[in-house]
T-cell receptor, first 117, second 109 residues
């Protein structure tokens, strides 16, 4: 009973292709996130959705488009893949409140390793 | 200036020693602070969080926060080879977690 799951785990594709990554959480959280971890292991927020509403949209190319059909799912579609998109993409989820730190704790999925050739 | 700074390491300590990991942050409005551990090829997993000045202990781990100095640290007592991993400091500001680049810890037998 995985808390945050992602598919696929590995994705190898050619430049110019379009691909999607899916994420699902069964923790009852209302907020989900996409992070990108580059080759230097730097983990950076890309997007966040709260109850299907976009609340964080960092400086990310328009080729990246998140979609949240419901609060338990957050997908990431990438158009016209480039070499620089190669990275590990992590999905995460949490509660969104102004309360204590535990409520803001984010739980990460296993990651999707994307390699663009 | 980076928002969250950590020494990339590697920090090498012998088994049984205390490992001390440090992190500084730039935004004084930051609300809470997290330490995540990431094994190679795996996802980050939460070790502990802290949001009040002072120390917070959980088993072999102690987090320390000094908001005046904008400094947060993680002490690992009785370090084990299984503690060898990258430790990510994260700082919460409104809805965002800002991560440092991580410190690689190596515990040798």
């Amino acid at each position: 009973d995985t808390a945050v799951s992602q598919t696929p785990k590995y994705l190898v594709t050619q430049m110019g292709n379009d691909k999607s990554i899916k994420c699902e959480q069964n923790l009852g959280h209302d907020t989900m996130y996409w992070y990108k971890q580059d080759s230097k292991k730097f983990l950076k927020i890309m997007f966040s959705y709260n109850n299907k509403e976009l609340i964080i949209n960092e400086t990310v190319p328009n080729r990246f488009s998140p979609k949240s059909p419901d609060k338990a799912h957050l997908n990431l579609h990438i158009n016209s893949l480039e070499l620089g998109d190669s990275a590990v993409y992590f999905c995460a989820s949490s509660f969104r409140t102004s309360g204590g730190a535990w409520e803001a704790t984010q739980y990460f999925g296993p990651g999707t390793r994307l390699l663009v050739l | 200036q980076k928002e969250v700074e950590q020494n990339s390491g590697p920090l090498s300590v012998p088994e049984g020693a205390i490992a001390s990991l440090n992190c500084t942050y730039s935004d004084r409005g930051s609300q809470s602070f997290f330490w995540y551990r990431q094994y190679s090829g795996k996802s980050p997993e939460l070790i502990m969080f802290i949001y009040s000045n002072g120390d917070k202990e959980d088993g072999r781990f102690t987090a320390q926060l000094n908001k005046a100095s904008q400094y947060v640290s993680l002490l690992i007592r009785d370090s084990q080879p299984s503690d060898s991993a990258t430790y990510l400091c994260a700082v919460r500001n409104t809805d965002k977690l800002i991560f440092g680049t991580g410190t690689r810890l190596q515990v040798f037998p």
